[in-house]
């Protein structure tokens, strides 16, 4: 069984380019989520999508961040205009259903750094 | 979210039982207590989850106080790999934001070969 997929695992961007961020997740899994985890803190929740809905983007910065979980392929995160704080490993998860009872799998990140 | 109170670090040495406690007394009767570690240059990676009973999976049990104030998590036999950060999340229900986990300082364990 696949496990939360996220390519790519490295992505290096110039200030002011846009980042692209793609996860897929567990098969079966329609609920996903994006944390990111700056250098030197801790991991913070962006937002919770469930197909082609936005649950919860409480997280998620004002201006440039965008994120989309169509109903076909896989979740988006969509950074533009970058800059040097962007940098930070993004972490996406998955899990089956919505309930605090479900546990949520993680891919192994993508590390963004701007330059 | 309920607060979490967890120790910075600990240490073990392999094969021995490391037992990893967490404060969470502003939990609600309805939150889940989960827990999730992180190994270095990895993503999170769920261990085990419980709401008053003690659980026991592959990789872990789970102690819960009978307050629900507290709960610790127990490595029946501590190995290198087990070496990470572990996160001890109180999971609410309902409300805008039940489908986030909200993670702390978490507690740094180090195996000792």
């Known amino acids: 069984n696949a496990g939360v997929m996220q390519n790519p695992r490295h992505l290096v961007r110039r200030r002011g380019q846009e980042a692209r961020l793609r996860c897929s997740p567990v098969?079966?899994?329609?609920?996903v989520y994006w944390y990111r985890q700056l250098p030197e803190e801790g991991l913070k929740f962006m937002v919770y999508?469930?197909?082609?809905?936005?649950?919860?983007e409480s997280g998620m910065p004002k201006e440039r961040f965008s994120a989309e979980f169509p109903k076909e392929g896989p979740s988006i995160l969509r950074i533009q205009q970058v800059v040097r704080g962007d940098s930070a490993a993004y972490f996406c998860?998955?899990?089956?259903?919505?309930?605090?009872?479900?546990?949520?799998?993680f891919g192994d990140g993508t590390r963004l750094s701007i330059l | 979210d309920a607060k979490t109170t967890q120790p910075n670090s600990m240490e073990s040495n392999e094969e021995e039982p490391v037992h990893l406690p967490c404060n969470h007394s502003?939990?609600?009767?309805?939150?889940?207590i989960h827990w999730y570690r992180q190994l270095p240059s990895q993503g999170p990676e769920y261990v085990i989850h419980?709401?008053?009973s003690n659980v026991n999976n592959r990789m872990a049990s789970l102690a819960i106080a009978e307050d629900r104030k507290s709960s610790t998590l127990i490595l029946h036999r501590a190995t290198l790999r087990d070496a990470a950060v572990y996160y001890c999340?109180?999971?609410?229900?309902?409300?805008?934001?039940?489908?986030?986990?909200?993670f702390g300082q978490g507690t740094i364990l180090t195996v000792h070969p």
């Open positions: 998860a998955s899990s089956l259903g919505q309930g605090n009872n479900q546990p949520q799998h």
């Open positions: 098969k079966g899994h329609s609920h």
């Open positions: 999508l469930q197909k082609e809905n936005i649950i919860d």
């Open positions: 502003t939990i609600s009767g309805t939150d889940y």
């Open positions: 419980g709401l008053t």
């Open positions: 999340i109180p999971r609410q229900t309902g409300g805008t934001s039940y489908g986030k986990l909200t």
